[in-house]
């Protein structure tokens, strides 16, 4: 298992990644995305080979291990397998942000700017929290 309790995550919000400092050897990986290129792509791929846009929170989902992160340029959720590597988006229409879709399927909603996500200890839901961005012309 490449996650020890020790190490620390960043998600670079103007650097477009998603990186890890090992707790242990203090080495700087990049796990989803190349810094400095952003995009919304890459669903299905190692997280090298995936796109992102600006990322806020990471948290460890308390079952399985796997990294969930706020892709909140691209208005998604995404998941990091621990075991595999690969990313999915598991929340919004990656690339797609809006306000839509409740009590519908997670990835037929819209999600304006992730910022937050919690997991439930006992029933292992997911809580997001957005920052809607409004905007007027004049």
């Given at each position: 298992?490449?996650?020890?309790?020790?190490?620390?995550f960043i998600p670079?919000?103007?650097?477009y990644a998603l990186r890890m400092v090992n707790g242990t050897t203090g080495v700087l990986t990049t796990l989803v995305g190349k810094v400095g290129e952003t995009g919304c792509f890459g669903d299905g791929v190692l997280g090298t080979e995936a796109r992102m846009g600006i990322s806020h929170c990471v948290k460890i989902h308390p079952a399985?291990?796997?990294l969930y992160f706020c892709d909140a340029?691209?208005?998604?959720?995404?998941k990091l397998d621990r075991?595999?590597?690969?990313?999915?988006?598991?929340v919004g229409?990656?690339?797609?942000?809006?306000?839509?879709?409740?009590g519908?399927?997670?990835?037929?909603?819209?999600?304006?700017?992730?910022?937050?996500?919690?997991?439930?200890?006992e029933t292992n839901d997911m809580y997001i929290a957005e920052f809607e961005i409004m905007s007027s012309a004049r």
């Open positions: 298992m490449w996650i020890q309790t020790r190490d620390v670079e919000h103007d650097g399985t291990g796997d340029g691209c208005g998604a959720i995404r075991s595999t590597g690969i990313v999915t988006t598991v229409i990656l690339g797609e942000p809006g306000s839509s879709g409740n519908g399927s997670a990835l037929s909603a819209k999600l304006a700017f992730p910022v937050d996500i919690e997991f439930d200890a």
